[in-house]
């Protein structure tokens, strides 16, 4: 019986780039994929083959194409560090982060109690991740368990790869934004036994960064941990000066940032660290041996004046450590991961280091599913994987349009094409997202329902 006989498969044509390795190890042409003319079949929502399009279809004659010409296709794009409760607060003018935790996002995350309000913000925080070409996310929520509820439940609906959790806080913070260590392990193991790996979500323990902890908390944190291992952990780490001088006030007894996630087993292969930019050798070595992971942050740690993340020290060939490109809403100031990946160029540029379009490319896709132990499932175009992708128009503004009128023909014109995305495109380059093999509806405009702002 011919393949192509089966209804439920379905071909996208155009022209692919994907990662099937990491460039920071080996040369970005052995670490790239790509077919200027390629055909993605999807079955069920998987890829069922990747390839040339004019080999592959004599293996689906009568298959249903839908054709992107002039279009490039990627893997969807992967956030490995997002709060959605600063949708709001995006591009809040000043202060470094301590003060600005306080003048802003406390304040805001407070409006998280009202489930009402954290679903009609989910609402247009997951459409605001799908205008721009993002699929998959690891998200912070508040301290709230109904703000949890919230997003879990607009994701399920949209069918969506998620991990998040609910923020555990039991000091240093305004009091109407405290749980303790008892009533953060109740609800956190709820929400746990509630929606981990439920469809396509994820919980992630979340202490929001050691001094908003106590040590009963984090010990809590990792009890949690130990019954249910497949959970995530997500914090932040190394952030800003004042935060590590903070912490070593807090806990004098421990030689470095790190050491106190590590003396309450909080450092393994699921856990995710945001920032990372004062890191030590030392700590570098030990997330590298730890198999934990970075999240790069550039436009927040530009805009809150934190510093400059260390890309090639993270990424050094003798101890890699796993980095994926992160927007930090609200310290980060746009949803689009390309803008993100043009301000981690020029934070590399800042330190006499390059970064070229393939290893931009694999922070934002391959090396993003890796940096969240999904890469069986996400993160490029292999059999079996789920078919979320993105096709970019790289002609999307009257100055893109004029940069790229050439026809790719060669590596070259597509690398230079891919390079050019990366710096000029955001959520207008995005011609159409597509979640397990289903395109969906982008809104040109974020909405929620009325009363939710009422």
């Not at 040590?215 to 995530?232: A, G, N």
């Not at 952990?233 to 190394?238: A, D, E, G, Y």
């Not at 002609?395 to 230079?416: G, H, K, V, Y």
Request: contains cysteine; glycine residues 6%; proline residues 4%.
């Amino acid at each position: 019986m011919n393949r192509s006989s089966d209804s439920s498969l379905t071909g996208i044509r155009g022209c692919l780039i994907d990662c099937l390795e990491d460039p920071f190890l080996i040369s970005d042409y052995r670490a790239v994929r790509w077919f200027l003319d390629g055909l993605l079949v999807i079955q069920s929502g998987k890829i069922l083959a990747c390839g040339n399009y004019e080999q592959l279809i004599e293996s689906y004659p009568g298959l249903k194409i839908t054709h992107y010409p002039d279009r490039i296709i990627t893997p969807g794009l992967i956030d490995t560090h997002v709060h959605f409760p600063q949708t709001a607060i995006v591009a809040s003018y000043g202060k470094q982060l301590l003060e600005w935790l306080e003048l802003y996002t406390f304040p805001e995350e407070r409006k998280f109690q009202d489930f009402e309000y954290a679903a009609g913000v989910a609402e247009i925080f997951l459409d605001e991740l799908l205008r721009n070409g993002t699929t998959t996310a690891m998200v912070w929520t508040t301290v709230f368990p109904e703000s949890t509820e919230a997003l879990f439940q607009a994701a399920q609906r949209r069918n969506l790869r998620l991990i998040a959790g609910k923020i555990m806080m039991d000091r240093n913070a305004p009091d109407y934004l405290l749980d303790t260590a008892e009533t953060a392990y109740r609800q956190s193991r709820s929400l746990i036994e509630q929606w981990h790996d439920r469809d396509r979500l994820s919980y992630a323990l979340t202490p929001r960064f050691a001094p908003t902890s106590t040590p009963e908390q984090l010990q809590i944190t990792q009890q949690l941990q130990s019954e249910f291992p497949s959970v995530y952990l997500q914090t932040h780490l190394s952030e800003n000066l004042g935060e590590l001088a903070w912490v070593k006030e807090l806990f004098p007894d421990d030689r470095d940032y790190l050491a106190v996630y590590e003396r309450f087993g909080l450092v393994h292969d699921r856990s995710v660290f945001a920032h990372g930019i004062h890191l030590s050798e030392s700590e570098f070595a030990r997330l590298a041996s730890a198999g934990a992971t970075l999240a790069f942050c550039p436009t927040s740690n530009l805009f809150l004046g934190s510093g400059l993340f260390k890309l090639h020290e993270a990424k050094a060939p003798e101890r890699p450590i796993a980095v994926g490109l992160a927007t930090d809403i609200g310290g980060g100031t746009s949803f689009s991961l390309l803008q993100t990946a043009s301000e981690a160029y020029k934070v590399s540029q800042l330190q006499n280091q390059t970064l070229s379009a393939v290893q931009m490319l694999f922070l934002l896709t391959l090396g993003g599913a890796r940096s969240l132990s999904l890469d069986h499932a996400i993160g490029n175009f292999e059999p079996g994987k789920e078919a979320d992708f993105v096709v970019w128009n790289c002609r999307s503004t009257p100055i893109m349009d004029f940069r790229n009128r050439a026809e790719i023909q060669t590596w070259e014109d597509l690398n230079d094409r891919l390079f050019s995305l990366l710096m000029m495109g955001d959520d207008r380059s995005v011609d159409c997202v597509y979640i397990l093999g289903d395109r969906v509806s982008l809104p040109q405009v974020a909405t929620a329902p009325d009363k939710a702002f009422g």
